[in-house]
């Protein structure tokens, strides 16, 4: 690098950069590189634009230069040419003191082998010149408050942009241009922009964080396909929530790709997705699965802030709408709110006697009074002031008076003060109505599938996160030093679960018959009888395990039925567990594993041998306390049945949320070294006679440098 080079640029530089330096600069606007010279002049761009072509000398009526070298300095260069020749153009860039470049070209790890090489290539020519890199293979950034458009997408092709509060992140460039038009058409505004591409250098995280320290900022959208750092970015949610910033993600990949380990149901239960999403939720982060609902919820709490306790009062000129509406609502757990007499006698001003309720269907209103627009605003005045009405929301067909009704009702509802949100279910009849809609400021959408996910998302959000507190077990690290690495058997496994206070089953080990009889006298007939090998998963399924063994002779046959069976294992394995015979109320599974991106993860749900069927697991990042456990618990579907299902005894809760919570200590204890820990099936007894572990199994990794959340 020459003296030319400046300090390493940082992120807020790069959004307001003092100069812009477009490669392959041209008049020809069907080209990408003119594109981008014709926007930053249309969107307002006040910095100094430098075009960079050997072939002209004058570019859109600006000075054009030859190469970089010649050019004044340069905050941004923006480069699209062929991936195989990106290393040499940076290398130049960097010679010439520019502070980073915007890499457009697609070609690189995204690919295959090759293209990685060129991107390990250009990642360490960042990290030694200092030039920062946003890319390869992204689609630009746009910082709306500034009209910098650093990207030839058609849909920039507008006459001004919506300027708002909203910052948005994504690794997918398609995905911010997609989001960029559907907003724009609704009248939703940002703050800025960014697609990172494949993240050479500069990553999602490294823009989020400015985000949360953009005062132009009120709430952070992000698009992730996968997490570098996942530690960094739990610090960073945390930091957006501490500065009062809400955070909305939306996740791809929420399909099972993770990894599946062979001797635990843990691994193939809490893959990538669910972790992920344990994290966001403990985190407070809004997760949803469509860009669209995303954008309108980031418009809500960006408008209105977050909800209040209460419910939604919907109001339509419909009364078939209404009740679509407000089934679908009902689906959502999302509460229409519950008028109060006062109320519900105030609406005798405007509607008939016998349609006072919520939702109040404008069709019913008192004929004298003209039509329904001369009402509409009344209506919404006089349900908005009840205090148990958090949000209002406005359902549309076509109606008389059409354009007019819209407007005195959308008016009415941005007047209350409280949130708001229309949904218009006509085509391109209601267009009038979109646009005077715009004008007055009162958010709408098009579908009601978006309005009813949307509210979903909007009434979950809370303005605090879970905060670890101490499980209410902590024996620490030192106890564990003498834990050997590897597969830790059924015995094994009970035994560090119980240096946990968490109880298992009276048992032992044995090798021969009249030690397994002399096991069984002394734990008290009947017994279970079990195979002690690393060689099988599902012991039950391969007729490794023999259950209610009532005497001595039932116990000898099924000695030597299982023994037959492990002779055949490779290497032949010759070690049983005679164990207590346990009943209980439930049956359900507890595990432990360590997320490469987010820490020690533990897990709760159904248990027995169809978890992997049912598959109903809740997940949290460890530690979590008892409390924390049992709200954790209620969201397994197996819940009611704890509680005491029809007439059933009540189940011990508080026993199985210690247990877990003991278990989540375990977990964060074992630092680096958790691989996983399966407890299936945990028996659950009536109310005060607590929990035994009766099965159990482990994985100890080798100890590493790693360091804990």
Request: hydrophobic letters at 45%.
């Amino acid at each position: 690098m020459t003296d030319r080079a400046s300090p390493r640029i940082t992120v807020d530089r790069i959004l307001h950069p003092a100069s812009v330096a477009v490669f392959g600069a041209s008049d020809d606007r069907s080209k990408w590189a003119g594109r981008i010279m014709y926007y930053l002049a249309l969107h307002g761009y006040a910095g100094e634009v430098i075009p960079i072509n050997p072939r002209r000398q004058i570019v859109q009526g600006k000075t054009c230069y030859a190469r970089i070298a010649d050019a004044p300095h340069v905050d941004v260069a923006i480069i699209a040419i062929p991936a195989p020749l990106v290393p040499a153009t940076l290398r130049e860039c960097a010679d010439a003191g520019v502070g980073c470049c915007l890499i457009i070209s697609s070609g690189f790890a995204e690919v295959g082998p090759e293209g990685a090489a060129l991107q390990r290539e250009i990642s360490e020519l960042s990290r030694r010149t200092g030039m920062r890199l946003v890319g390869p293979n992204c689609l630009g950034l746009i910082n709306v408050l500034n009209g910098m458009a650093l990207t030839s997408a058609r849909v920039l092709e507008v006459e001004r942009l919506h300027r708002g509060r909203i910052g948005f992140v994504t690794q997918s460039g398609a995905i911010m241009l997609s989001i960029f038009n559907r907003a724009h058409d609704v009248g939703i505004g940002f703050s800025h922009l960014v697609s990172v591409g494949n993240q050479a250098d500069l990553d999602l995280a490294d823009f989020f964080e400015h985000m949360i320290d953009d005062p132009a900022t009120a709430v952070i959208c992000l698009h992730v396909e996968g997490l570098r750092d996942g530690r960094r970015f739990l610090d960073l949610i945390r930091r957006a929530r501490r500065a009062g910033k809400p955070v909305i993600a939306l996740k791809t990949g929420r399909s099972e790709l993770g990894e599946h380990a062979a001797r635990s149901h843990t691994a193939s239960l809490a893959g990538a997705y669910p972790v992920f999403e344990a994290a966001c939720r403990d985190a407070g982060v809004v997760l949803v699965d469509d860009p669209d609902v995303m954008v309108l919820v980031a418009n809500m709490l960006a408008r209105f802030g977050a909800p209040t306790e209460g419910g939604i009062a919907l109001l339509s000129p419909s009364g078939g709408i209404n009740g679509i509406v407000a089934d679908r609502l009902a689906d959502a757990n999302v509460p229409l709110a519950v008028l109060r007499p006062e109320t519900r006698q105030s609406l005798c001003e405007v509607m008939l006697p016998t349609h006072l309720d919520n939702p109040v269907d404008l069709g019913a209103r008192r004929q004298e009074l003209g039509e329904t627009n001369a009402v509409a605003a009344r209506a919404v005045e006089l349900v908005a002031a009840d205090p148990g009405v958090n949000a209002i929301v406005i359902a549309l067909t076509t109606s008389p008076n059409y354009e007019a009704t819209s407007k005195a009702l959308g008016a009415a509802a941005v007047a209350s003060g409280k949130p708001c949100f229309t949904i218009i279910t006509p085509g391109s009849v209601a267009d009038g109505v979109r646009a005077v809609l715009r004008e007055i400021g009162c958010p709408y959408g098009d579908r009601i599938d978006d309005g009813v996910r949307m509210l979903a998302a909007y009434t979950r959000y809370v303005p605090t996160s879970r905060v670890a507190r101490a499980p209410d077990a902590k024996p620490g690290r030192a106890s564990l030093l003498d834990l050997r690495t590897g597969y830790l058997t059924e015995p094994d496994a009970k035994a560090l679960l119980a240096r946990y206070g968490i109880p298992v089953t009276r048992e032992r080990v044995v090798r021969a018959r009249d030690e397994a009889v002399a096991a069984a006298e002394a734990i008290g007939f009947p017994v279970a009888l079990k195979a002690v090998t690393d060689k099988v998963v599902h012991k039950s399924d391969a007729g490794l395990v023999e259950l209610a063994l009532a005497d001595p002779d039932a116990l000898g046959r099924a000695w030597d039925k299982i023994r037959r069976r492990l002779a055949i294992l490779d290497p032949p394995a010759d070690t049983l567990l005679v164990q207590e015979m346990v009943s209980g109320g439930l049956e359900l599974i507890l595990g432990a594993k360590r997320d490469p991106g987010f820490g020690p993860v533990v897990m709760i749900g159904s248990g027995g041998i169809l978890v992997e069927l049912l598959r109903d697991v809740q997940l949290a990042l460890a530690p979590i306390d008892p409390a924390e456990a049992e709200a954790l618990l209620r969201g397994v579907k197996a819940w009611p049945l704890l509680e005491g299902y029809r007439g059933r005894g009540r189940l011990d809760i508080p026993a199985v949320a210690s247990a877990l919570s003991r278990l989540s200590r375990l977990a964060v204890d074992l630092g680096s070294r958790l691989g996983e820990i399966d407890v299936n099936p945990l028996i659950v007894r009536t109310d005060g006679h607590g929990v035994v572990a009766a099965d159990a199994r482990a994985v100890i990794a080798p100890e590493t440098q790693d360091q804990d959340l």
